[in-house]
């Protein structure tokens, strides 16, 4: 039995470790595809001897080296997000949209871009984490409020109906100002806008999330199994929720305020995680995290591709891959390992 446990825990050593390889190659790919490639040469060139007055070295310290970090933690991110979220709430198709966070993201930006169209792009960031804190702040006040307290279900209405009210007043106000153009992409998701300060945001924000995570993962194994089963273990369930709540919220706060509205991330991984390590989530967060990277940053190369020179949104790469999936969820062959 001991040395089945141990086998167990290299294997699981060994999906890390092919992730960060995977993650590796795809980061190198990020930097030398796009409008124009670039040569592996000139990219060590550009860390090691970097020269101002080379186009090519600017383009990948200014431009293509924050892409690829900040695609690597929004994907992630998004992963830890939805794993968290299917395992609180012990629902397969759940997704960190689910708390409404994607929604008051996008009702933070569109409200900066109507009333206040001369903010910085870090100030427009700022704007969508604000709202976006608001709302899953709003949503878990309406949840919490009947006499039996915060549950999944609960959880679950309360996001929906309040994320729905949020693309509302966001339609009204984008409709009214003519802010169509300027939502659209972050909508579709996308991270052409990426730079070093918005990259200094996403990992700060995000990281205090992913602290939080990892400090609860034992408890959301227990969790996971349902909450009388947690409560008989002499867990508190009530104070797991809401930092699980509050995780992801930093979390996916971070990721949409960088990337837009990235779909599917949060869904495909946890499942594909679980498939192969159990419902530890010790093991399902970290190997989440590093598999959500790179299903992102080569998705954003597929993005940069498919058109170029123009540039797809990579929130339509992830749902051309998310959308099966879900169906295929949907249909109830998937997710009852939670």
Known sequence: MQANYH??????????????????????????????????????????????????????REIRLPRGIGSAFVGAFLAVAGAIMQGMTRNPLASPSIMGVTDGAGLGLVTVLAFFPALSTLGQTYAAFIGAGITVIVVFIIGNASKTGLTPVKLALAGVAI?????????????????????????AGGLANTDWSTVKILIITGTVGLIIALFISNSLTLLSLGDDVATGLGQKNILIKGLAIISVFMLTGAAVTTAGAVGFIGLIIPHIVRFLVGNDYRWI?????????????????????????YETPVGAITSIIGVPFFLYLARGRGGSNL
């Open 163 to 187: 994320g729905t009210f949020v693309q509302s007043i966001t339609s009204i106000i984008s409709l009214h100002f003519q802010l169509e153009k300027q939502l659209s992409f972050w909508i």
């Open 285 to 309: 967060l970290p190997i989440s995290a590093v598999f959500g990277a790179v299903l992102l940053v080569a998705s954003d190369i597929v993005a940069r591709m498919v058109n170029a020179p």
């Open 7 to 60: 086998k167990k825990q290299k294997l699981h050593f060994v999906y890390i470790i092919i992730g960060i390889l995977f993650l590796g190659l795809a980061m190198i790919g990020s930097i030398i595809y796009g409008s124009t490639d670039i040569h592996l040469s000139t990219i060590f060139d550009s860390i090691f001897h970097f020269n101002h007055d080379n186009s090519q070295h600017l383009v990948i």
